[in-house]
């Protein structure tokens, strides 16, 4: 009998992870979301005598973005206690709950390297008939399995959402060299009829399709606004409702995105592209470089090129 897709885990509870948790939980469908434990107590736990053995403080990334979700202003159609279908959780101590459900998808941070030890550890978890699918904006998809089992393999496909996914229709799909066509076949179906996505087979090349592009025009108009010694205010004005775009342009996207991830995707394609002219684009950007080092990466720290206020 085909397996549907009920239950899902979700891995990472940042930006996309717990909006791609809200999105299934909108239409019907529970979701695990887990995070790594903390390292450290914050001042608050130490003051209610909590340690880092305590539940509260090993689920506090994923328990921490519901109440994020909660303050969210819902999208049309959506309903107000979507929360309660997301549970949360971490790694270490829950990774074996994989097993109760249909689909796991990972939303880690865009770095190849974490992502192979993810997939190393989810793999000893991992029971054969369960999908599996990375929501990287544009790392191989061949290369973060490449050390795990072909059943494995044969299970694994990119299935890339866009920001906020609540609004953003469009959903690619990348199957990888190994990804039996029955689950390219169902996740497609999947995101068109239950998710309400447009959907788009890409290829595995870096950075797919609509950010090899996306990130491209980013990273010129960047480069333009430091030739023609424009504002960040000016720019977003340009490359907004006056070109039929959102009022989130240039600059409230990269602080939508976050600048840390986006400088991440850009390195996607300059690691991998051979040609000078490409590559001059891709290079990393000084100034999105000195956000990061500063930590003034986007919304998620409160601080990037606008201040949350
Ligand atoms: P984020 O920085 O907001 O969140 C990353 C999460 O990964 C954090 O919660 C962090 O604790 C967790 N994490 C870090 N190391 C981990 C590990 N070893 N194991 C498990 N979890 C770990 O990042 P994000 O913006 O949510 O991006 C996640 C993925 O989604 C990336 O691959 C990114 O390229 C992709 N993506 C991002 C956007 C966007 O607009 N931000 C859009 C589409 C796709």
Known sequence: MERVIRKVAVIG???MGASIAAHLANVGISSLLLDVCPKE???QERQKGWSLEDKEVRNRLAKQAIERLKKTKPAPLYTNDFVNRIRPGNIDDDLEKVKEVDWVIEVIVENVQVKQQFFERLEQAWQEGTIVSSN???VSI????KERSISFQSHF???HFFNPPRYMKLLEIIPGEHTKQEIVKKMVQFGENQLGKGVVIAKDTPNFIANRIGTYGLLVTLQEMNEYELSIEEVDAVTGPAMGRPKSATFRTLDLVGIDTFTQV????YEKVEDEAEKSVFAPSKLLLKLVEKGWIGEKAGK?????V
């Open 157 to 159: 496909i990119g299935t």
């Open 142 to 145: 061949n290369e973060m399995i």
């Open 41 to 43: 107590l914050t001042e």
């Open 136 to 138: 990287t904006s544009g």
């Open 304 to 308: 990037g090129f606008y201040e949350k």
């Open 266 to 269: 850009a390195n996607n394609v």
């Open 13 to 15: 509870s940042g930006v």
